[in-house]
């Protein structure tokens, strides 16, 4: 069971990174608005987070089956990735997340959604994420309106979130915990981030 949950969340890794990839043509590019990022807040971004992949990634409990008993998906399937860069000193991230539903007639539709744009972190613990540009894509399959559509982030998607962190390093691997910002304890992570150089 776990070796196939790390093949599923692999594969849905793979996917992420294949179809959101930097090599893919985009519209909406830092390098083509570069006033996008100019005035956006921003600090230096702290060494355990820069250059690398911070990747969570879930399966839904529910697998749906065809008429000959071979299974063929999950009835969801999630994964989220952040990675961090410096651009002439000044933090930027970028974002993907992938939601996947399947239901029992096997109608497939997959959510794609890319943020990017600055983050500041203050004192030892806090982070605020300022997203600057950013699309959604569903693609649906074999439902009863089938396709894909496409849109940019705008107004409220592009809205700035603010949460308390903290990165540990232990079994061999780095996490990167994401908390509410009133989690001041920090008691209940929202998401664990592993690390996937």
């Known amino acids: ?29 830092a390098a083509d608005n570069p006033d996008l990022y100019k005035n ?11 250059g690398g992949l911070w990747f969570w990634g879930g399966l839904g409990p529910i697998s749906y089956y ?3 008993g071979h299974e063929v998906g999950n009835g969801t399937e999630a994964a989220r990735q952040y990675s961090f860069s410096e651009v002439e000193g000044q933090g930027r991230f970028e974002f993907l ?11 497939v539709t997959e ?3 890319t943020k ?12 605020t994420f300022y997203p600057v540009e950013g699309s ?47 989690d001041v304890e920090k008691q209940n992570p929202i998401f664990i981030y592993l690390l996937a150089r």
Do not use: H
Not at 116 to 127: A, N, R, S, Y
Not at 154 to 162: F, P, R
């Open 66 to 68: 065809d008429r000959d």
């Open 1 to 29: 069971m776990t070796r196939k949950i790390s093949t599923s969340l692999a594969l849905v890794l793979l996917c992420l990174t294949t179809i959101l990839s930097p090599s893919c043509k985009k519209t909406n590019d």
């Open 136 to 182: 959604f894509k569903t693609v649906k399959n074999g439902c009863a309106e089938n396709g894909t559509s496409t849109r940019k982030a705008e107004g409220n998607d592009l809205k700035q979130e603010t949460y308390l962190w903290k990165v540990a390093f232990f079994d061999g691997g780095g996490r990167f915990y994401i908390y509410n910002e009133n």
């Open 97 to 107: 997340q992938y939601l996947g539903i399947r239901n029992a007639s096997n109608c």
């Open 40 to 50: 956006s807040p921003s600090s230096a971004i702290p060494d355990d987070l820069i």
């Open 116 to 127: 990017k744009g600055t983050v500041k972190f203050e004192g030892e613990d806090k982070l």
């Open 111 to 113: 959510i794609y959604t």
